[in-house]
């Protein structure tokens, strides 16, 4: 009771809730389709250019047990003909044929890093700060200028996107930006279903998301496709990527906190595995979830050091694992709900009611405003806008397994079990003709 009136308060959240998260998707999603005026690489092209060319990019490729992918990797990496790339291998104590593939590769700008126990195995973060050291040092590029490096996190199953330099490397002209993410994309989208929405959910993430976010100055960074200033990562001190499970969302607020700038280049993108197999699936993404968890702890320094819609943006996305454990539970009442629909139609008690408009533009009205941007992402595959409205309302159904993800994950935390495992990769064939090559084939397109 409330000054005399019953109050619902749990409707009332609930309302609050999908409000808030309907006004946000809807305002990233208008965003998104603006470009952000006032970079230096667009008002000054010649000087961006003239960065680009001198500017040295390291790859960081950390490993373990990836010899079903890594001979591809650095065969599609040595495409890219500049002298002034390194592709560094961290082979974080593989018991496969990774090492052995790697210092087998005919490019000489391939090195391998070789860790082992006890320094082994420690997390993707551990492993990236072991790179570090030999960069600072110059033993990776001798002779580079350290100001003019740029270290390029991949996966081992990564594929860059051919003019990926050409739209990246001319960013950096403007000194205070410290990383910029690209896009990514599953490339094995066609085998099954679960790919092409793990696909979906990749296009959505960057296309409206991270494009969004842009105009917030509050750009996330991805594990896979990131490209951070060396000066920026030095800044940051010895070890930059910390022990979470999810270091590339650390290391993204760590970089802002610190003063750098963040951005995202949507033109280009990566091209990674989708995983086929829903128990990898929700092995993976409670994984990730776990690291969003750790990733709290962050959010003091986030309302302290930043202001601004920069502030409030990062406090949100920083604070959305509580916000998808409370929308499970909504979405529990709401399968109930339609559990008794199905049953009023088979008893023939089914009577129509407005509510209905209303409940299905709540569940599915957002994610299909968000299909015409899939759509026109993959118009030259043929995907038509019926299948893709179809496919939208699959991936409404789809995105409710992170409920099952991020309850495992907070179980799993619980407990205590914060365990670093990798993703299995699928074992790939060499291209024989770069007409087959997903990469290559999307360049054409």
Not at 129 to 155: E, K, T
Not at 391 to 420: D, I, P
């Amino acid at each position: 009771m409330l000054f005399g009136h019953r109050v619902d308060v749990v409707l009332i959240i609930a309302l609050l809730l999908i409000v808030s998260a309907v006004a946000y998707g809807v305002t990233l999603l208008i965003l998104s389709r603006f470009e952000r005026k006032g970079r230096p690489a667009d008002e000054n092209t010649e000087a961006a250019a003239a960065f680009a060319e001198q500017a040295h990019v390291v790859f960081v490729i950390p490993c373990l047990n990836e010899e079903r992918v890594i001979g591809n990797s650095l065969d599609r990496l040595s495409s890219f003909e500049s002298d002034r790339m390194t592709f560094l291998v961290i082979d974080d104590g593989s018991d496969d044929n990774t090492a052995a593939i790697v210092e087998a590769h005919p490019d000489e700008r391939v090195k391998l890093l070789r860790r082992v126990a006890p320094n082994a195995r420690q997390g993707k973060g551990e492993a990236l700060n072991a790179a570090l050291p030999l960069i600072r040092r110059g033993l990776v590029a001798p002779g580079v200028d350290p100001q003019s490096v740029i270290v390029c996190v991949i996966d081992a199953d990564g594929r860059l996107d051919p003019e990926s330099m050409d739209k990246v490397l001319p960013l950096f002209i403007d000194p205070d930006l410290g990383a910029v993410q690209i896009g990514v994309r599953i490339n094995n989208r066609s085998s099954n279903l679960l790919a092409r929405m793990q696909d979906i959910e990749f296009v959505l993430y960057t296309k409206v998301f991270q494009r969004g976010r842009r105009h917030f100055n509050s750009v996330g960074l991805g594990g896979n496709g990131q490209f951070v200033r060396l000066a920026a990562l030095n800044m940051l001190g010895e070890k930059p990527w910390s022990r979470s499970l999810a270091e590339d969302l650390d290391l993204g607020v760590q970089l802002m906190v610190n003063g750098w700038n963040t951005e995202f280049e949507s033109s280009v993108a990566v091209h990674q595995q989708g995983l086929e197999d829903i128990n990898r699936w929700v092995k993976q993404r409670t994984r990730w979830f776990q690291g969003h968890l750790q990733s709290w702890t962050m959010i003091p320094w986030v309302m302290r050091n930043l202001s601004g819609r920069r502030r409030v943006d990062l406090t949100y996305h920083l604070s959305s694992p509580i916000l998808l454990l409370l929308g499970s539970l909504m979405s529990i009442a709401f399968a109930m709900w339609s559990g008794y629909l199905v049953v009023a139609a088979a008893t023939m008690t089914l009577q129509f009611s407005p509510w209905w408009i209303t409940a299905y533009l709540i569940a599915f009205g957002v994610p299909l405003l968000y299909g015409l941007v899939y759509w026109q992402q993959n118009r030259h595959d043929g995907s038509g806008l019926i299948k893709t409205f179809l496919l939208m309302h699959v991936f409404t159904l789809y995105s409710t397994l992170w409920f099952l993800a991020g309850w495992r994950a907070t179980w799993k935390t619980l407990r205590g079990e914060m365990g670093w495992s990798k993703t299995e990769r699928i074992e790939e064939h060499a291209v024989e003709d770069a007409a087959e090559d997903p990469v290559n084939h999307h360049a054409k397109a």
